[in-house]
């Protein structure tokens, strides 16, 4: 079979890079190097710094990420793309102009006799109250219409400032790896394998680090980093799953 490739927290367009296209173009080589011998492309949230879609109107910019999203499904690649904490706010734009397949929440897939479990990460096993108040915030069918009601000159200047607020604060900049008896995704990883015995690999984002840990003889889970400083991603060959990183 072909691979299954998996990438999450590029962040595209965020103002952390000096120079935001020089990380569209490297992301889109490697969406280049992979659309040969790729089945599928799994994008686990994040990939924009913030996106928010109007009726008539899309944030400007990522024109080559687009562009070689839509040829990579115009050849027959699914593409799914998981919201995560900052790319909330997508709707029917990308399914309809790229064929992207958009996912809201975790989702549970087979591929070649293998159970997966894919998701961003964010609000999973993460009961800090400050955390669950503002993604209830953002999740808020009332609020999401009263900031859609807001002209996109502010409310686009508003996004952005929040998410540079966000990065010093350190709600969009994690602290590394805390260890298997704190670290929220590994704790919620070994609750969901418990209910769940069959599940055979568990795949994030969200969390800007690296790992890859077996969780039991069968289970293995892994956070797959970003785009920021890892320029890292997953793949699956059909038999074995690895955690790489692009170098060119």
């Not at 490297?26 to 492309?41: E, G, Y």
Request: glycine residues 8%; aromatic residues 16%; neutral net charge.
């Amino acid at each position: 079979m072909k691979k299954i490739y998996f990438a999450s927290d590029m962040h595209l367009g965020s103002d952390v890079f000096e120079d935001p296209k020089i990380v569209e173009k490297r992301f889109v080589r490697w969406l280049d190097s992979i659309k040969n011998d790729a089945q599928a492309l799994y994008l686990l949230g994040d990939i924009f710094d913030f996106w928010y879609e109007y009726k008539y109107v899309i944030p400007r910019g990522f024109t080559r990420f687009l562009g070689k999203i839509s040829e990579m499904t115009d050849s027959g690649i699914e593409v799914h793309f998981f919201t995560g904490n900052h790319d909330i706010w997508m709707y029917d734009y990308l399914p309809r102009e790229t064929g992207v397949i958009v996912h809201k929440k975790p989702v549970v897939e087979t591929i070649n006799g293998k159970c997966f479990y894919l998701a961003h990460g964010d609000g999973l096993g993460d009961n800090s109250h400050s955390f669950k108040l503002i993604r209830r915030l953002f999740h808020n069918k009332i609020c999401q219409k009263f900031f859609g009601s807001l002209h996109p000159r502010w409310s686009f200047r508003f996004a952005h400032a929040w998410s540079k607020h966000s990065r010093k604060t350190g709600l969009a900049n994690p602290a590394g790896y805390s260890g298997e008896e704190k670290e929220h995704l590994v704790l919620y990883a070994k609750q969901y394998i418990a209910q769940h015995p069959e599940t055979d690999f568990l795949i994030f984002g969200h969390r800007h680090i690296l790992l890859d840990l077996m969780l039991s003889h069968q289970c293995r889970m892994m956070i797959i980093g970003d785009w920021l400083q890892y320029f890292s991603y997953a793949v699956f060959d059909g038999k074995e799953l690895s955690l790489e990183q692009f170098e060119e």
